[in-house]
């Protein structure tokens, strides 16, 4: 079994309303130095080696992205 | 200004039921190969270079994760 990891962020022209609270609460909490935030979902996958690129890109764009409105990188760990 | 991503999942001996929700929909759309899955949230920050590590640790695990029943890794991309 290998170990598959699918980032998931909203487009960069989506608003992100999750992102603007932690920024907000950052600056409210005195942090300085940082500047905006974005949230989006970290998916860790379990599979076998025998799995190829093309199914799961097929399951992240169809299964753990909303390709309308959010990106996707699928990355082999 | 610099990226850092902060990546939080839920420990391992928590139940994941939107991870358990992705994997039994795999199943159901044939796409074989696939074991445990696991979701949990990406951050990723645009921060200042004068911010140090100590408080990128610090705000990943009072803001962003739930130390309790979550771990999370900070990495500067």
Request: charged share 25%.
């Amino acid at each position: 079994m290998a170990k598959v990891v699918v980032d998931v962020m909203p487009k960069p022209e989506i608003l992100d309303p999750q992102g603007q609270a932690v920024a907000g609460a950052l600056a409210r909490m005195g942090v300085a130095g940082v500047g905006d935030v974005r949230q989006g979902k970290h998916f860790e996958l379990e599979v076998d080696d025998s799995i190829d690129d093309e199914t799961l890109h097929r399951v992240a764009g169809s299964l753990l992205a909303n390709p309308v409105i959010e990106d996707w990188v699928v990355t082999r760990a």
